[in-house]
């Protein structure tokens, strides 16, 4: 990751446990995190929000837990099973505002894993978090189901805004070959961020894909500079994403 922080911007998920870990930093953590930002890399901590059901004083708590572990290292926040519908706007908005309130600077991501406003308009629901994930699943589904291949399932809303307001996450994406094609894609559908990988099961964020320097080479060699905002290392960073405004091969 630091090696790759020289070539791209690199933004990794700090994720020990689903969360952070009580009592002191990680020495280790300390150390990673340190090489990647020296690098020019940043760090967001991640946090679940259970659909808008885990209560905001715990996530607060965990905002507070990782800032007191990792102070200036922290760079923002990603929020994960996250569920944007008319009842939780008003949960979400107000988590957004708090970092924001914490630190101007820092990042909010949001991970609803799925594009469909549930009720919400498009400014609602891009109130919540300064980068929403609008997809999350494996490279290919059946019909019907979660895979990229189906995405974005009909809708094209999100065309209408800055790329850098959405990213893409792909797993199980078995080849170089089919990375580059869904680098393309995701580009095509306004994705500003995405991260490939040929990892899969149960966590397919345990380590970074076989393809990794390639996928960071090919995204150095765009026009415009770019950006890898989510990184995948074990506890340490638990998903990677790479940001693909105007992409072209």
Known sequence: ??????????????NPNSGPLSGPADSNYITAMTKLENAGGKVIAYVDTAS???????????????????????????????????GTLAYYQSLDSYVKGLHSLYLVVGNPGQPFLNGVTPANYLSTADVLDTFEGPNTAPPGDAGFNNYPYGL??????ESSEFE???????????????LDEAAELNAGYVYITDEGGANPYSQLPSYWDQEVATLAATPEPSTLP????????????????????
Do not use: H
């Open 156 to 161: 094209n809303w999100f065309e209408n805004y």
């Open 1 to 14: 990751m630091t090696a790759a922080a020289s070539q791209v911007q690199v933004t990794a998920i700090l």
């Open 230 to 249: 989510l990184l995948a290392l074990g506890g340490i960073i638990a998903c990677t994403m790479f940001a693909v405004r105007r992409f072209a091969r």
């Open 52 to 86: 808008g059901s885990a209560p905001l004083a715990t996530v607060e708590g965990e905002i507070s837990t990782y800032i007191g572990q990792y102070g200036n290292l922290i760079d923002g926040f990603f929020f994960d099973d996250m569920s944007v519908v008319p």
């Open 168 to 182: 893409n996450i792909i797993y199980d994406v078995p080849t170089s070959t089919d990375m580059l094609a869904d």
